[in-house]
């Protein structure tokens, strides 16, 4: 290679494609930031990650050009930063852009004071703009140092004061209303027709189909409850939904989630794991259910590591082109199936429907199996027979193709989606093979990235762990540790959850504010710390740890976790009304604390058994545990007697007297 620089040595993907740049690119860390500051140099600080496609179509067109490179290393100390392995680092000088005025987005470019404070910025830019701007601003700088200083101090303070939560002046209370004012103000975004919001692009946003999922269950809310099958039916049925291979794109640039942005996420593939697996419980639709066994043979096949870590994610394009993996020529498809070709084309739309570019095809169907059969004369066994030899036939020669580039790196908070999306596909379908997948990731995490004092790492790859634990990363785990302690009677998983909570309350807690920090407080950093908040496309991380403590109250009996709940929630519940679905995971909680929600506990050596007979309908509202000889966590304390099964029904802490079988418990458990 003619240009090696510092990125060499990184285990990041994303850092090590940059690693042959004429661009002098250095990893972030604060001694780099020490260093430019003792030089007086400008810092450029340029923030992506490996799926990303205009991420790569600027590295191509000015970060492997030399002219580029000779720029700005001769101007700036430059630093590349892989936003996934650094949450904390781009939402700080995401925050930064965003008060510049400009649109959000990736490959992030900043500009800053040697001390790291931002003072210029913007997304993507074509190689003249890019070389014209960044030698403007080195030059406006060389000459007004003093201005630029000012600016960037107004700059810094406007991002701490956006970062820290406000005071609360008024605080609201949770109620029902409250809720249902929420919601009905969001039903005016529904899409009805496609699903999803109003417009595009769209994106999966599982946290708010799980929110909404709940709401309409609860409420008996049937505009809801049908807004929510709609979507679902329409992402796996669209092209966003990988029909070959199983697995969902990231979102889709279109209203009828046609077109996907081709890249692979683990963090969505994990979550909708829960989602399809819960809807399938509410609405007993066979097509929720193939969905989750084609995710979780995506994954297994595609991003698991041998030591049972799980990868980041799939990038959108290989050979150059965005989506080429995935899409399909009629010729082709003609070819590989023959006879078959003209009944596939009409299942899959190869037509105009389904045309997308350059003669290639995006696969996507129109309605569900059982109605193509009906519509064609066939029964639904025959086409499940169909659909399986054109899948089999499909795969095995796409597997021939240029893969898209794998980001192998293992992230800890991601994988804990995963481990919760295989427990939830396990509690509804008994698939022995998903709670094989859950337990070998989640004993990885425990035996990898957890400290014996409960710290957590936040990467890992081929053996080594780096960067602290945000606490995305803590939230994520101990609510998947949660899971699987409720799920296999394990108490260890509970143990270790309770060891990071301890953990998280002394390093990332504010007792002022009442809220967790999303780095630890006593870190060195020269950027800002903040509260995380808002749900996106991963729960917030504060939502997390809110529906954690009110979890670990109830199995550990524990009221200081339930004491730090009211605090928490007045900085959330004014902007549920006028935002609801940025707080969606925050309304998982106000619901469980405004309407029934109940702790099961089942004693008896036949405890798996009842639990697995009262699991088997939706009911989100309901903690479960089990044992089936002496427990010492609280909730099942004491309750184990030989020879005997007992189901004990609670509602925060106040127990009925225990039944013996699950049609009585469940009797117990009408709201």
Not at 303 to 311: I, K, N, P, Q
Not at 652 to 666: F, H, I, K, N, Y
């Amino acid at each position: 290679m003619k240009h090696t620089n510092q990125l060499i040595h990184e285990t990041s993907p994303y850092l090590l494609q940059h690693a042959h740049n004429p661009v002098n690119w250095q990893p972030w860390s604060e001694t780099l930031v020490e260093e430019a500051k003792a030089s007086g140099r400008l810092i450029l600080v340029s923030i992506g990650y490996a799926a990303c496609h205009w991420c790569h179509v600027m590295e191509h067109e000015s970060f492997e050009d030399e002219e580029v490179a000779e720029i700005m290393n001769k101007h700036f100390v430059c630093i590349k930063v892989d936003r996934e392995e650094r949450p904390d680092v781009d939402h700080y000088y995401m925050s930064a852009v965003q008060l510049m005025g400009m649109q959000g987005g990736w490959p992030l470019n900043v500009i800053a004071l040697p001390d790291g404070r931002p003072i210029w910025g913007g997304t993507y830019f074509p190689k003249e703009v890019w070389v014209k701007n960044v030698q403007a601003v080195a030059a406006y700088y060389n000459e007004n140092k003093e201005k630029t200083q000012e600016y960037g101090a107004q700059l810094e303070d406007s991002i701490q004061r956006l970062s820290l939560s406000a005071g609360i002046e008024d605080p609201t209370p949770v109620d029902r209303h409250l809720l249902k004012q929420g919601v009905e103000a969001w039903k005016s975004r529904f899409d009805r027709k496609e699903g999803g919001r109003l417009g595009a692009p769209k994106f999966p946003m599982p946290v708010n189909l799980d929110f909404l999922m709940y709401y309409a269950w609860v409420k008996n809310d049937d505009v809801t409850r049908e807004f929510v099958k709609t979507t679902l039916e329409k992402m796996a049925r669209g092209g966003i939904y990988d029909q070959v291979g199983g697995g969902f794109a990231r979102y889709s640039v279109d209203e009828n989630w046609k077109v996907p942005h081709f890249e692979k996420m683990l963090y969505d593939n994990g979550q909708l794991l829960s989602t399809y697996s819960k809807a399938y419980q509410l609405y007993k639709n066979e097509e929720f259910k193939w969905v989750v066994y084609e995710v979780v043979d995506f994954l297994e096949r595609e991003m698991l590591d041998e030591s049972g870590a799980f990868y980041s994610s799939l990038d959108a394009d290989s050979e150059g082109e965005e989506g080429r993996f995935y899409v399909w020529k009629e010729n082709e498809l003609k070819t590989l199936l023959g006879d078959d070709f003209p009944l596939f084309a009409a299942c899959y739309n190869v037509n105009s429907k389904g045309y997308w570019e350059h003669g290639n095809y995006i696969l996507l169907r129109n309605n569900s199996d059982e109605e193509f059969a009906a519509d064609n004369g066939m029964s639904a066994e025959h086409l499940q027979c169909l659909l399986a030899k054109w899948k089999y036939k499909l795969l095995k020669e796409r597997s021939k193709r240029v893969r898209p580039g794998l980001d192998d790196k293992t992230l800890t908070s991601w994988n804990a989606l995963a481990i919760q999306g295989l427990v939830d596909a396990y509690n509804t379908f008994r698939e022995v093979r998903f709670l094989e997948l859950a337990l070998q990731n989640a004993r990885f995490i425990r035996e990898n990235q957890l400290m014996s004092d409960g710290k957590l790492w936040h990467s890992w790859k081929k053996g080594k762990s780096t960067i602290d634990g945000f606490l995305e990363d803590y939230s994520l785990v101990i609510q998947a540790f949660l899971s699987l302690f409720e799920t296999t009677g394990d108490a260890s998983w509970a143990e270790s959850a309770d060891q990071m909570m301890t953990y998280v309350s002394n390093h990332f807690y504010d007792e002022e504010r009442g809220l967790f920090y999303f780095s630890d407080k006593q870190a060195n950093t020269s950027i800002a710390n903040h509260f995380q908040n808002e749900d996106n496309v991963i729960p917030a991380s504060n939502s997390m740890m809110a529906n954690n403590l009110h979890r670990m109250c109830l199995l550990f009996g524990r009221p200081e976790y339930q004491e730090m709940i009211p605090g928490m929630l007045p900085y959330i519940v004014p902007n549920f009304t006028r935002y609801p679905m940025a707080y969606a995971n925050w309304g998982m909680l106000m619901l469980k604390l405004t309407e029934p929600y109940f702790e099961v506990a089942v004693c008896g050596i036949n405890s798996n058994i009842l639990l697995k007979e009262m699991k088997k309908d939706y009911r989100p509202n309901v903690l479960w545990a089990h044992c089936n000889t002496d427990s010492q966590v609280p909730l099942l304390k004491d309750r184990f007697v030989k020879g005997d099964d007992l189901i004990y029904v609670c509602r925060e802490g106040a127990c009925q007297l225990p039944v013996r079988t699950s049609d009585e418990a469940l009797k117990l458990l009408k709201v």
